[in-house]
C-alpha cells in the first residue's frame, strides 16, 4: 500500500492539535504518521525522508517556516505544508517562496483543507511521473 511506504510527519506544540491532525489523516487512509512536539525533533527524524511534512507555523524552538527551510535544504522534493491558527497572507506568501505546497488555517474547514491538500498532492505527483520520461524514452528521443 503506497500510503504506507513513506511516513508522513506532523509537527506541532500544541498536542491537541497534534493529535486532530493525526486522526484527520488517519480517516484519510494514512498509516505511517510521525508526530512531534516542534520543528527540532522533526529534523532529527528527516532522515527518514516523508513523502509530506505537516508544520505548525508557530513552535517553540525552531518556528514553521524555519523548519521549512531547513527541510528544504535536506531535500527540495518533500511536500512541506504550514498549518497556522492565524490568516495571515504574507506568511502564506513567504511560506510558499520558500517551498511549502500549501498553507492552511486550523479553523472549522481543516478537514477539508486535508482533502485538498492531499488530493493536490497526488495530482502534483502524478504530473510529475507523466513529465519524467523513462531513461530509454529519454534516449530514443536523444537520437
Excluded at 493529535?19 to 489523516?25: F, K, V
Excluded at 511534512?53 to 522534493?77: A, C, N, Q, W
Amino acid at each position: 500500500m503506497e500510503n504506507s511506504l513513506k511516513p508522513i510527519f506532523i509537527a506541532d506544540d500544541d498536542r491537541f492539535h497534534l493529535e486532530i491532525m493525526r486522526q484527520l489523516l488517519k480517516t484519510e487512509g494514512k498509516e505511517n504518521i510521525h508526530t512531534f512536539e516542534n520543528g527540532a525533533e522533526c529534523l532529527n527524524q528527516i532522515h527518514l525522508k516523508p513523502e509530506i511534512v505537516f508544520l505548525d507555523h508557530r513552535m517553540d524552538i525552531y518556528s514553521g517556516y524555519e523548519t521549512l527551510r531547513k527541510i528544504k535544504r535536506f531535500d527540495p522534493d518533500i511536500f512541506v505544508v504550514i498549518v497556522s491558527a492565524q490568516e495571515d497572507i504574507k506568511t502564506a506568501i513567504s511560506t510558499l517562496k520558500h517551498g511549502a505546497i500549501d498553507y492552511i488555517q486550523k479553523d472549522k474547514n481543516l478537514e477539508q483543507n486535508i482533502k485538498n491538500v492531499l488530493a493536490n498532492i497526488e495530482n502534483v505527483k502524478t504530473l510529475l511521473r507523466i513529465r519524467k520520461p523513462s531513461l530509454l524514452k529519454s534516449i530514443f528521443n536523444f537520437f
